[in-house]
Nanobody, 118 residues
């Protein structure tokens, strides 16, 4: 299984951050898995952003819920994060991950640094 993040590395404040995760080696429509976004500000710990299930149901961190959406494109085997109204505090390395409902996160992308700056 391979996950690969893609998107702009620089976003201006107040704009929308959009990242896409392309999955290979398995289908995002597979049962018992959810597909998540996690971020890590430089020098800080990991923060779970949210996830989307094979059903299309989404689960978003309460602290980010008002600004975050996650959608999937099953035909392209991709899922996309959109984070609105970004500030410099959203500067992080963003990872896409796969989580098995019983055994937890078992696959990660390499991560992509997104800097929010004017």
């Amino acid at each position: 299984v391979k996950l690969e993040e893609s998107g702009p590395g620089l976003v201006k404040p107040s704009q929308t951050l959009s990242l896409t995760c392309t999955v290979s080696g398995t289908s995002i429509a597979t049962n018992y898995y959810v597909w998540s976004w996690v971020r890590q500000p430089l020098g800080k710990g990991l923060e779970w952003i949210g996830a989307i299930a094979d059903s299309g149901d989404t689960y978003i961190s309460p602290s980010l819920k008002s600004r975050t959406s996650i959608v999937k494109n099953t035909s392209k085997n991709q899922f996309t994060l959109q984070l609105k109204s970004v500030t410099p505090e959203d500067t992080s390395v963003y990872y896409c991950t796969r989580t098995h409902l019983s055994s937890g996160m078992d696959s990660w992308g390499k991560g992509t640094l997104v800097t929010v700056s004017s």
